[in-house]
């Protein structure tokens, strides 16, 4: 789970100008117990060799994390493994999308066209649409209207749908509409850490009647039921 809460922190320090005030180098994620001194080193080396972006590094720490707690008989099935490693991968595909989105952004070609043909559109309206004089006598046209109702109509629709997508175009800055991915970030923190507690298996009974003993039994035996002196967030040290 730190391996993982570890990409997706490494994700947003990337498209998010809030979590960079956060995250500005490696030694952030250090000081803040994401990663060790040594995955920081290792990160370092890959991040100056490949060039590009290395959310995937903690996902392939994650997963050989796995591979090695089934050998270990964590894991009881293989069905067991694949399950936790394709959850995974999940989280590495939906941080590689937004990588993605941020890397291959909607050109400023297209945001300029679309303001100026709004505006353009509303301009040319201001004279366009505006009401013909009925003392001229025109046949057929008889009552005028001295507010353009359609008009504003027009104007509140065309530019509120205007500001969305430009706000749209950055949803991960530190606008009050925007994504507030720091909060996004402790609650992912704090459900990992409570996730990761060594607790006594406490089942309550199942049925009206049944001893408390018998529920916690069906628990499993105590060899595979967690320590409570076993260490939070243990980190499994992989060479690259």
Same mark, same amino acid.
């Given at each position: 789970?730190?391996?993982?809460?570890?990409?997706?922190?490494?994700?947003?320090? +990337?498209?998010?100008?809030?979590?960079?005030?956060?995250?500005?180098?490696?030694?952030?994620? $250090?000081?803040?117990?994401?990663?060790?001194?040594?995955? +920081?080193?290792?990160?370092?080396?890959? %991040?100056?060799?490949?060039?590009?972006?290395?959310?995937?590094?903690?996902?392939?720490?994650?997963?050989?994390?796995?591979?090695?707690?089934?050998?270990?008989?964590?894991?009881?099935?293989?069905?067991?493994? +694949?399950?936790?490693?394709?959850?995974?991968? @999940?989280?590495?595909?939906?941080?590689?999308?937004?990588?993605?989105?941020? %890397?291959?952004?909607?050109? !400023?070609?297209?945001?300029?066209?679309?303001?100026?043909? $709004?505006?353009?559109?509303?301009?040319?309206?201001?004279?366009?649409?505006?009401?013909?004089?009925?003392?001229?006598?025109?046949?057929?046209?008889?009552? /005028?209207?001295?507010?353009?109702?359609?008009?504003?109509?027009?104007? $509140?629709?065309?530019?509120?749908? !205007?500001?969305?997508?430009?706000?749209?175009?950055?949803?991960?800055?530190?606008?009050?509409?925007?994504?507030?991915? %720091?909060?996004?970030?402790?609650?992912?923190? @704090?459900?990992?850490?409570? !996730?990761?507690?060594?607790?006594?298996?406490?089942?309550?009974?199942?049925?009206?009647?049944?001893?408390?003993?018998?529920?916690? /039994?069906?628990?499993?035996?105590?060899?595979?039921?967690?320590?409570?002196?076993? @260490?939070?967030?243990?980190? $499994?040290?992989? /060479?690259?």
């Amino acid at each position: 789970m730190r391996y993982v809460n570890l990409t997706i922190a490494i994700t947003f320090s +990337k498209v998010s100008p809030v979590i960079k005030k956060q995250f500005g180098c490696y030694q952030d994620f $250090v000081d803040k117990e994401y990663m060790t001194e040594r995955e +920081k080193e290792a990160i370092e080396r890959l %991040d100056g060799n490949c060039g590009t972006h290395i959310t995937y590094v903690p996902i392939m720490w994650a997963c050989k994390a796995v591979d090695r707690a089934r050998l270990e008989g964590n894991i009881r099935s293989n069905s067991a493994q +694949k399950t936790v490693t394709d959850e995974i991968l @999940k989280v590495r595909g939906r941080c590689g999308s937004v990588m993605g989105w941020h %890397d291959n952004n909607i050109p !400023l070609v297209y945001t300029q066209v679309v303001t100026i043909a $709004v505006y353009s559109f509303f301009f040319f309206s201001l004279i366009g649409e505006q009401y013909i004089d009925p003392n001229q006598g025109y046949n057929g046209y008889s009552i /005028d209207l001295y507010f353009p109702v359609s008009g504003l109509l027009q104007l $509140v629709f065309y530019m509120g749908w !205007l500001k969305v997508a430009e706000a749209l175009l950055n949803p991960f800055g530190d606008d009050d509409h925007d994504f507030e991915l %720091d909060k996004l970030l402790d609650r992912h923190w @704090k459900m990992s850490r409570l !996730l990761s507690q060594p607790a006594e298996c406490d089942l309550p009974p199942l049925a009206l009647g049944e001893d408390a003993d018998v529920a916690k /039994d069906e628990c499993g035996s105590d060899d595979l039921a967690p320590k409570k002196n076993s @260490k939070l967030y243990p980190s $499994v040290e992989i /060479d690259i």
